[in-house]
């Protein structure tokens, strides 16, 4: 999948959160455990799936919520924990997921609907 650049460092933030929360509160340095392995792949297929594509505005700001209420409230404690420590770890990531953070959502996507077979012949 080609991913813009935005879209891209999205992703390396993302992954970078949940290295940070799985390395202190879990002690895996060498790599994710199963818990956050789990949610890392999650995060991963919904990025893949955003109907926004390249304009995805950040998941805060987003007017649809994909994340099943589990998995989101699993992300949302992965990103308090990570959040501040982003700072100091990942200065350049940290910046610029505040900046990507104050552009506003664009127009919510019109949903593709399969069209039935035969219809519009």
């Keep these: 999948m080609e991913w813009s650049r935005r879209t891209a ?23 994710l455990c199963g818990e956050c392995g789990e949610l890392h792949d999650y995060a991963l297929q919904r990025l893949e799936r955003c109907p926004y594509g390249e304009t995805k505005p950040t998941c805060v700001n987003c007017p649809i919520h994909c994340y099943q209420q ?7 404690v992965v990103m308090r924990y990570a959040g501040p420590r982003m700072i100091r770890r990942h200065p350049w ?29």
């Design 9 to 31: 460092r999205e992703w390396m933030t993302i992954q970078a959160m949940i290295a940070i929360h799985c390395a202190d509160l879990h002690g895996s340095a060498a790599g």
């Design 70 to 76: 589990t998995m989101r409230e699993r992300i949302r």
């Design 93 to 121: 990531l940290a910046l610029m997921h505040i900046v990507d953070g104050r552009r506003k959502a664009p127009e919510r996507p019109a949903r593709k609907r399969p069209t039935p077979q035969g219809a519009g012949a």
